[in-house]
Structure formats: C-alpha cells, structure tokens
C-alpha cells in the first residue's frame, strides 16, 4: 500500500514490535556524503544479511544527498526495528533530537524486491531536509509532509531508482487526493485531512515547481528553494515559522512564488484543474500506460523537474 500517512500505515497492518530470541546486531555506519548515519538495531532477525539492509540504508540516503546536494544533517540514527513473522517496511517517524532520528520497522522476512521499492526510508530521511515548523501541527503538518511526499520519488528518480514515467504516473494516480471537495472551507492550514496533508501539500510543491521554472526559463525550481532552506540552516533541527521558511525558499529562486502560492492556498479552497496541468506537462496515462507528449508548452519543465542534477 503506497502513500498512507505513517500513523495510519501502523493501525492498518496491526503492526506488532515482538523481539525474537537473538542477539542484537551491533551498530553500523552508513555513508551519505560527508554525513554518517549511525543505524542501530532493536532485537529480531532478518532473512536477509545484514549488507543488503545496510544497502537500502545507502540508496535512500544516496537519494536524498542527491537532490539536496548533501545529506541534511552530519549524524542522524537510524533505529531499525525487525518486525517478526512479516515481510515489506512498514512504519517510519523522524524526529529532530539526537542530531537527526528516524525510526521505521522492516519485516523479519523483508525481500529484496520489498527493499528495491520501499518509498518509506527515502520519504523519512526527507523529512530531515526541513525546518520542524512552528505552530500547532494540524496548521502547518502538510507542507512538511507534501514537500517530502512530493520529493521523494523525484529523488529517487534522479538516482535512476525510479523511471521518470513510475514518477508521473503516480502523481496523476494519486494527485487528485489532495483537491479540495464540495463543501469544504478550509485552505491547506488547520485542514487536517489526510488528502489535504499529503496530497494537498504535495501539490503546492508541485505548483511551485513548475511556476518557479516559468518564471526563470527552467533554471531553477523546486529543488533549488529546497537546497536554499538547507543551506540557511533550515534542517529538520531547527524550528522556523512557515513564512521564514517560504522566504528563505523564494530567496533561492529570485521569485517569491512560494509565497504568493501559500497566501492564496493557506485559507481558501483552491480548484486546480489536474487534467489541464497534465496536458501542460504532456503527461497522459493510456490503458495503465503513462505517455510523454514531448511537444507540450512544459515538456521541458516536466523532463527537468526529475532530470539529474550536474
């Protein structure tokens, strides 16, 4: 199941942490740049050797190096949990204490195919490329899960990971959970919805992303406002207000379009007509299929949204 909010992942699977009988593995180090990222592990065993769970450790926090320029922070902890008796990844929460902490659970009989397409890690170690915003959590919880329910598979494209046509496919899959419905009030503050906070953010990012790159000829985009609010110091450490984070955003850009796109979505529903976006791009999804228009107006903006960085 793709794209459940972590907490709702838990209830659904019924999810148990039962220890097996075996002796703890001891730490390893994990490069990602010039970061180390230290993964610790709770008792349990997996079916897998410990070097192919350390090998996804390595993919995800490749990913996210890749797009940010650098992992986020020098040295976060990994705490794995073997789940007993069951296979995939199951749940993922990332905290700012200890430098930098995720936690997630993974399958005592997890697969390598389980591995090679888990979402969940790379969406965790994200989350460590952001400010903790301040306020109540309902208010501003969808821009921090949109931005790295957005980036994830962005990421994890410009890493060869994923095709560029898995990426689109899934956003017009899954993009229009976060439109807003008849009779709703509410912007994308205080909303609290799980198509709101997911979805709904991940589509502001993805509109930010192609009017930043109207705006300065493809040149820059999303991920360059990304790498703007890393490089401030704006990592998951830290507790910035939405608007000095959006600032700090547009200031990467030369184009305050975060900004602008925040004071319109923030307290009114926004109509977004997904179909004429996608035509834009020169996205369409034929029989299951995902076909590339390359002849569209944005066709360039699509293909450099998940073209590798140099």
């Known amino acids: 199941m ?35 990222i230290t993964v610790t592990f709770k008792p349990g065993t997996f079916d897998l050797p410990e070097a192919k769970i350390l090998e996804w450790v390595s993919n995800a926090s490749g990913a996210v190096a890749e797009y940010f320029g650098r992992f986020p922070v020098p040295h976060p902890t990994l705490e794995i949990r073997p789940a007993a008796g069951r296979n995939g990844v199951f749940y993922g929460m990332t905290y ?14 997890v ?23 301040e306020g109540d959590e309902r208010e501003h ?8 329910t957005y980036v994830e598979p962005i990421a994890r494209c410009q890493t060869g990971r994923l095709t560029p046509e898995r990426v689109w496919g899934e956003m017009a899959e899954y993009m229009p959970n976060g439109l807003s419905r008849p009779g709703d009030r509410k912007g994308l503050d205080n909303n609290g919805s799980w198509g709101s906070t997911y979805w709904g953010g ?11 790159r109207e705006a300065t000829n493809n040149k820059l985009g999303v991920q360059d406002a990304m790498r703007a609010i890393l490089n401030a110091g704006g990592d998951i450490r830290q507790d910035w207000t ?6 700090v955003g547009d200031k990467g850009t030369g184009h305050k379009v975060l900004e602008g796109l925040y004071n319109k979505m923030k307290d009114t ?8 976006l996608w035509r834009k791009l020169g996205v369409s999804v034929v029989n299951g299929q995902v076909k590339f228009d390359d002849h569209a107006p944005d066709a360039h903006i699509r293909k450099a949204i998940t073209a590798k960085r140099n």
């Open 2 to 36: 793709r794209r459940v909010p972590e907490l709702a992942l838990l209830m659904l699977t019924g999810l148990a942490f039962a220890p097996l009988r075996a002796a703890d593995l001891p730490p390893s180090d994990v490069k990602a740049g010039r970061a180390t």
């Open 96 to 109: 700012g204490m200890r430098g930098g902490l995720t936690r997630i659970a993974v399958g005592q009989h």
């Open 111 to 133: 697969t390598q195919q389980n591995l090679d397409n888990d979402w969940i890690l790379t969406h965790e170690f994200i989350h460590m490329a952001f400010p903790d915003i």
């Open 141 to 148: 919880h969808w821009i921090e899960e949109g931005m790295a």
């Open 202 to 212: 991940a589509l502001f990012w993805l509109l930010g992303d192609v009017q930043i």
């Open 242 to 247: 939405i608007q000095r984070t959006l600032q």
């Open 269 to 276: 529903p926004v109509q977004t007509d997904l179909d004429a």
